[in-house]
C-alpha cells in the first residue's frame, strides 16, 4: 500500500491524510448518515439527548417516544458513550457524523495495529460490513473496538481488553460482547494470566457502571427483560448463500438499488473480497474464530443453534445472529494480512482487492446530503403517525427523503413530534405498553386518544380497579368518558384542579389544589422508576388506563416535582468513576505502546 511505501515521502502521506480529513469534515457539516436504525431511532434521540446535555442534565426520559421511554436505562441511547461531548459543541448532525468518521478512523488504525498492514486496514474499512454498519450508531462501535479486543489479546494487555469491552457495553450490543467474548477466549485462552482476565473484567465493568446503574432502575419493567420469541432471536440469520457473497460480492443488491429483499438483511452487503479465499488455507487462531463466528451468525439456518434457541429461553433475551458475522471479518482480515505479507503477487492483490471494494463501498455507503432531513423545531405535538410508504418500489435515499417529508417515528421528534403509539425497537418500552401496543394493533382506537387527546395532567372524577392488566385493558377499552380512569389498585379520587403544568428540561413540574388527598393523572408512561416529589417527601404512583402514571397528591395546595430515575447521583458518579478510568486506560495503553521494544518475529507471528 501507499502508506507501507518507504520511498513515499512524508509530504506525500500527509497530503492524503489531510484529503481524507477534509472530505470526513466536509461529509460531517453537509451529509448525514441517514439509513434504518440512525433514521427512526439513533439520530432523533441524539438530538434529544443534547439538549439534555446542553441544559447540563444527563437524559434520563424520552418525552418523545410512545408517550415517553426510558432514554439513559436503553443501552443503544449510548447515553454514557465518550464521543457525546461533541454534541455540547457542534450542531447536532456533525457531531452524529463525526461519531461515524472518527470510529472508521480507529477501526482502520485498530487494525493496522493488529495486523501491522495498511493493506488489511484499508481492506476491512472498506469491506461490506464496516460500510453496512454505517447504518447503526451502536454498531460502529463495534467495528472500531472489535480489533482493539484483539490486539489486546495478542499483547497480553488487561487494560486495553477492560478498555475495549467497556465501550463495547457502553454502546449497548450483548451480541457483540458475547461474540468478542468468544473471539477472545479463543485468542487469549492460554496466554494471558487469569488476573489478567479478572482485571480487564474488572476495568470494563467500572466503565459500564453507568449504564449498569440506569439500567437497573427499569430491567424488570421493560419488555426486553423477558425471553424473546425463537422467531424473534433468529430473525436477521445469516442466509448460507451470503457466505459466498463475503468473497464474490453483493449478490441481491446493496442500497442504491430500488427495493429489493437486501432491506431485510441487517447488513445490506458483507464483501469482503476473493483474497480471502487463500488467506483462509494456513494454520491460525483466527480461522477457528472465524469458524466459530459462522456457526452462530448462520442462526436459523442452524439446525443446532435453532434448536438451542426453541428450548433455552434463557438466551432469547438477545437477537440478530448474523451480527456474529462482524467479528468473523475482522478475524478474517487478520487471515488476509497474513496472507498478503507473504504472497509474490502484492499488486496484482491490491487491483484485484481494493477496486471491487471502492466500487462496492460508494453503491453501499448509506450517507446522504443532510438538507432533505433538516426539520424546523417547533412546540411539543402529541401524534400519531402510521407509516404509508412501501419501500420497496424505491431507491433508499429517495424512501427516506420521503419519510422525513412524512414525520415518521422517531424522526419526526427532532422536529418536537412526539409520538403516542410506538414501540421501542429495542424492547425498552415498559410491558404494559406492550399491552396497550397489541390491542391498539387490534383495532383498540381508545390507547391513541388516551395519549394523545386527554390533558398532560387532570383529576379524574372517578376509579375502577381492575383484578389483572387483562381486566384493566378490558375496563379501559369499556369506558369512554375521560372522567373515569382504571387503576392498577383500589385508589380513592376525590375533588382537585391542576393550576399549572410545565416541563422543563427532563423535569416536570405540576402545580395543585386538593381539599383532600386526590388521584391525579399524569399522560407519561407509567415505571416504578419515576421520581414524585411534593415539598421533598416522595408521593405514591400507581398505573392508569394501563400504562399511564397517576399520583397520590396529598391535601392542599401543593407543587410536584417529577423527574424519571431516582439513582441520579449514583449514575453521575459512575459517570465520573467510568470517564476517569477511560482516560487512565488511554494513558496507559499509550505509553505502554510507547515503550513497548520490538522483538525479532513480533511482526510475523501467527498464532496457532
Not at 443534547?50 to 417516544?65: G, H, K, L, Q
Amino acid at each position: 500500500m501507499l502508506l507501507d511505501n518507504p520511498r513515499v515521502s512524508t509530504g506525500v502521506r500527509t497530503a492524503l491524510a489531510a484529503v481524507i480529513v477534509s472530505a470526513a469534515v466536509l461529509a460531517s457539516v453537509y451529509g448525514f448518515f441517514f439509513y434504518r436504525d440512525n433514521f427512526s431511532t439513533h439520530y432523533p434521540i441524539k438530538v434529544l439527548s443534547a439538549e439534555a446535555f446542553r441544559s447540563a442534565e444527563i437524559p434520563y426520559w424520552n418525552f418523545a417516544d410512545a408517550g415517553g421511554q426510558p432514554l439513559a436505562g436503553n443501552p443503544n441511547t449510548l447515553t454514557f458513550y465518550p464521543d457525546n461531548i461533541l454534541y455540547l459543541i457542534l450542531p447536532a448532525h456533525v457531531a452524529f457524523n463525526l461519531h461515524f468518521f472518527l470510529h472508521l478512523a480507529l477501526a482502520f488504525f485498530a487494525m493496522r495495529a493488529l495486523t501491522k498492514s495498511d493493506f488489511a486496514a484499508s481492506v476491512y474499512v472498506l469491506s461490506g460490513i464496516v460500510v453496512s454498519a454505517t447504518a447503526f450508531y451502536n454498531l460502529i462501535v463495534a467495528v472500531a473496538v472489535i480489533p482493539l479486543a484483539f490486539l489486546a489479546a495478542e499483547r497480553r494487555r488487561p487494560a486495553l481488553l477492560g478498555l475495549s469491552f467497556g465501550l463495547l457495553a457502553l454502546a449497548g450490543e450483548p451480541v457483540m460482547i458475547v461474540g468478542a467474548t468468544i473471539a477472545v477466549g479463543i485468542l487469549a485462552i492460554d496466554r494471558m494470566r487469569i488476573r489478567d482476565f479478572a482485571l480487564a473484567i474488572v476495568i470494563s465493568l467500572v466503565i459500564a457502571a453507568p449504564q449498569l446503574v440506569a439500567y437497573s432502575e427499569i430491567a424488570s419493567e421493560v419488555e426486553r427483560s423477558v425471553a424473546m420469541s425463537s422467531r424473534t432471536v433468529l430473525n436477521a440469520s445469516l442466509h448460507p448463500v451470503r457466505v459466498v457473497e463475503v468473497f464474490a460480492g453483493p449478490i441481491i443488491g446493496v442500497l442504491n438499488d430500488a427495493g429489493g429483499p437486501f432491506r431485510a438483511r441487517l447488513f445490506s452487503t458483507i464483501f469482503l473480497g476473493l483474497i480471502a479465499v487463500p488467506a483462509l488455507f494456513r494454520r491460525s487462531r483466527y480461522v477457528a474464530i472465524a469458524a466459530v463466528m459462522l456457526f452462530f451468525a448462520l442462526g436459523r439456518y442452524n439446525p443446532i443453534i435453532a434448536a438451542i434457541v426453541d428450548h433455552v429461553s434463557a438466551v432469547r433475551i438477545v437477537r440478530f445472529p448474523e451480527k456474529f458475522a462482524l467479528p468473523m471479518i475482522v478475524a478474517l482480515v487478520v487471515l488476509v494480512a497474513m496472507y498478503f505479507r507473504e504472497t509474490p503477487w502484492k499488486r496484482a492483490w491490491l487491483l484485484i482487492t481494493i477496486l471491487p471494494l471502492v466500487l462496492t463501498a460508494w453503491r453501499a455507503l448509506p450517507i446522504d446530503r443532510f438538507e432533505p432531513y433538516r426539520v424546523t423545531k417547533g412546540a411539543p405535538r402529541r401524534v400519531y403517525v402510521a407509516s404509508v410508504i412501501n419501500a420497496t418500489e424505491m431507491p433508499a435515499r429517495t424512501e427516506y427523503r420521503l419519510r422525513a417529508q412524512a414525520d415518521e417515528p422517531l424522526f419526526g421528534a427532532t422536529g418536537g413530534l412526539r409520538y403516542v403509539i410506538n414501540p421501542s425497537p429495542e424492547g425498552m418500552h415498559a410491558l404494559r405498553s406492550r399491552m396497550v401496543l397489541e390491542r391498539f394493533q387490534r383495532g383498540r382506537q381508545r390507547y391513541a386518544a388516551i395519549a394523545a387527546n386527554l390533558p398532560a395532567a387532570f383529576f379524574p372524577s372517578r376509579s375502577v380497579a381492575g383484578r389483572d392488566i387483562y381486566e384493566e385493558a378490558s375496563l379501559t377499552e369499556a369506558f369512554a368518558n375521560n372522567e373515569t380512569v382504571i387503576t392498577s389498585r383500589s385508589v380513592a379520587v376525590g375533588p382537585a384542579r391542576v393550576l399549572r403544568y410545565s416541563e422543563h428540561g427532563q423535569r416536570i413540574t405540576i402545580d395543585v389544589d386538593a381539599p383532600r388527598p386526590a388521584l391525579l393523572f399524569v399522560n407519561q408512561t407509567y415505571f416504578t422508576a419515576w421520581d414524585v416529589r411534593a415539598a421533598g417527601r416522595p408521593l405514591d404512583t400507581v398505573a392508569l388506563d394501563v400504562d399511564r402514571l397517576g399520583i397520590i397528591v396529598p391535601a392542599g395546595t401543593t407543587r410536584i416535582d417529577l423527574r424519571f430515575g431516582r439513582r441520579h447521583a449514583a449514575g453521575a458518579i459512575a459517570w465520573i468513576v467510568s470517564s476517569l478510568l477511560l482516560l487512565a486506560c488511554l494513558v496507559q495503553s499509550r505509553d505502554r505502546r510507547a515503550g513497548e521494544v520490538k522483538r525479532a518475529g513480533d511482526q510475523d507471528r501467527p498464532l496457532v
